[in-house]
């Protein structure tokens, strides 16, 4: 016999499971009793947005769900942005809620949440066990659910009494996702458009992929001449110096990158879903008819038609579509490709570093990443201006690499670099973040010393919230509110937590800080104060004010 909080870890164990994320709490003491000797590791964060972004960055890594476990009512809710996450980013994550006694509900007791109501539009499913012996079965069921098809969040809420409760131990197997392919019919009509059409573009994004299927993909380009771009946030599926790529499809996208796909006469759309950021606010695609022919790949058949109605739509993971494509006959020539690649290189050869006394630029610390760092190095990053310099001008180079939210979510970077580091530890882990972004999650610099992960973190402060700055000068020019920051020594902040810190206020400044931050040994703050004025590489406030005169 085992008591809940028991045979809930069994169920963890089962499925393989090495790391918990979590906010302790009274509502699950019997789980965290559980996992006293099971030699999963527990990594206890500061803040349940904090754990639950931790376990959506460790799912998206491994492609398994990430887990966090967090208190019922105040805890829940915290985590909630983090539940948010996994659902646009389609990341398979569980989320352990302690619930209060099952005889309390109803009376609005102490922190009491009906999970179902809170979490209905967030999760994938939420259930609540009633019955230690059901736990074995709902676990697994959850592990299928956050999994399959697109994959997302799931959230289990736990009454604290009945995880006291006692049930009969059981094996668990093992929980595997099924991988829908497309048939031999599907593969021939899809042949039967690649080979009609003059100008095609290769659109990659979502989840679900493996290093197998990345590399099948740098194939399939290849031998069928396709230039290939990367959907929001998902540059890693793609390396950035091979010959077919053609950059980025998010927000900034490269003006010539935009009229290429507007120009194309076969968009193929592999696992992504091409909501409003790659769409360039849905516009690129016609909708429902998209005004082209259009091949649509997920692994989520609700996704095939939800939007844009497809020529063809095949309900696939990418790694079984590509590999359905190694059966396709014939290949094409063409410089499309090569043109594509030589437009991205010049979109992002030239960073422009402006000159701004008493200021570091993002532009030469962008330059200097990228001849300092290795295509293996990993980047974290949220959300805000200063994400714009990095998505256009840093070049991601292997899968795996990249942690950022298509969710758009601020304060994402700081937990994800310490789930991305604890699960891969041989690696250098670089997270990037605006000063209103870091001070989202910040207390989680707390935990990377703690788990002792030496991640480098670099605090880009230009004292403002850029981006709603930005859309305010344009919007209700020089009526300023709400987006200025007084902000603390970041530095001194990381010296606080027992972690390095250093400042720097000119570009000269920055290699040697960044040397000595890489070779602490410990987490580290990089403190880069930038010129308020520079909004991104093509915005200023000044410039933006000049046009509404």
Same mark, same amino acid.
């Given at each position: ?346 979109? !992002?050869?030239?960073? $422009?570093?402006?000159? +701004?006394? #008493?200021?570091?630029?993002?532009? =030469? %610390?962008?330059?200097? &990443? *990228? ?29 795996? !690499?990249?942690?950022? $939210?298509?969710?758009? +979510?601020? #304060?994402?970077?700081?937990?994800? =670099? %310490?789930?991305?580091? &604890? *699960? ?126």
């Amino acid at each position: 016999m085992r008591t809940g909080g028991e045979l809930i870890v069994d169920c963890l164990k089962a499925q393989g499971v090495d790391r918990i994320f979590c906010v302790p709490g009274e509502s699950y003491l019997a789980v965290l009793d559980g996992l006293y000797e099971s030699g999963i590791e527990i990594v206890n964060a500061r803040h349940e947005g904090g754990a639950a972004i931790m376990a959506e960055a460790d799912g998206k890594i491994t492609g398994r769900p990430g887990i966090a476990m967090v208190t019922r009512g105040p805890g829940a809710t915290n985590a909630a942005a983090g539940v948010h996450i996994a659902k646009q980013d389609s990341t398979p994550m569980i989320l352990f809620v302690g619930q209060i006694g099952r005889e309390m509900r109803g009376r609005e007791a102490f922190q009491e949440v009906d999970y179902r109501q809170t979490f209905g539009d967030l999760a994938k499913w939420v259930e609540e066990i009633d019955d230690a012996d059901r736990i074995p079965e709902i676990v697994n069921h959850a592990y299928h659910v956050a999994m399959s098809g697109r994959p997302g969040p799931v959230v289990l809420a736990l009454p604290e009494d009945m995880l006291r409760d006692k049930a009969p131990a059981r094996s668990i197997p093992y929980v595997e996702a099924p991988e829908p392919a497309p048939s031999p019919r599907d593969m021939n009509r899809f042949q039967a458009l690649l080979d009609r059409c003059a100008n095609p573009f290769l659109i990659l994004g979502g989840s679900r992929w493996t290093s197998d299927a990345v590399e099948r993909v740098h194939r399939f380009a290849e031998r069928f001449a396709l230039p290939v771009g990367c959907s929001f946030r998902r540059q890693h599926l793609f390396d950035a110096h091979h010959s077919n790529y053609a950059g980025d499809v998010g927000l900034g996208i490269n003006p010539k990158l935009k009229e290429r796909i507007a120009d194309s006469d076969l968009v193929i759309l592999l696992g992504c879903r091409f909501s409003e950021n790659p769409s360039q606010n849905f516009s690129l695609l016609g909708f429902p008819d998209p005004g082209k022919v259009l091949v649509h790949i997920h692994p989520g058949a609700e996704e095939l038609g939800r939007i844009y109605t497809p020529s063809l739509a095949l309900n696939a993971t990418p790694g079984a579509f590509l590999e359905a494509c190694e059966t396709l006959s014939g290949g094409r020539t063409s410089e499309a490709p090569a043109e594509a690649h030589q437009d991205y290189q010049s979109w !992002t050869n030239s960073i $422009p570093i402006p000159e +701004s006394p #008493g200021f570091a630029s993002t532009g =030469a %610390i962008m330059a200097y &990443l *990228r001849d300092r760092m290795d295509g293996q190095t990993i980047i974290a990053n949220g959300a805000g201006n200063y994400a714009i310099w990095l998505h256009r001008f840093w070049r991601y180079r292997e899968f795996g !690499t990249q942690l950022a $939210p298509t969710s758009g +979510s601020m #304060g994402y970077g700081v937990p994800a =670099a %310490i789930a991305g580091q &604890l *699960r891969h530890p041989e690696r250098r882990i670089i997270c990037l973040a605006g000063d209103g972004c870091f001070q989202m999650t910040g207390q989680e610099f707390a935990t990377a010393v703690q788990a002792g992960t030496p991640i480098v973190v670099i605090v880009i402060d230009n004292t403002l919230y850029g981006t709603i700055r930005m859309h305010q000068e344009r919007d209700y020019p020089t009526r300023v509110t709400a987006t200025e920051l007084q902000n603390p020594d970041f530095a001194a902040l990381a010296r606080a937590y027992g972690g390095h810190g250093e400042t720097v206020t000119e570009d000269a400044a920055f290699p040697e800080a960044l040397n000595r931050a890489l070779e602490a040994g410990v987490p580290a703050i990089i403190h880069v104060k930038t010129d308020p004025d520079i909004l991104s590489p093509s915005a200023t406030i000044s410039g933006l004010r000049e046009k509404s005169v």
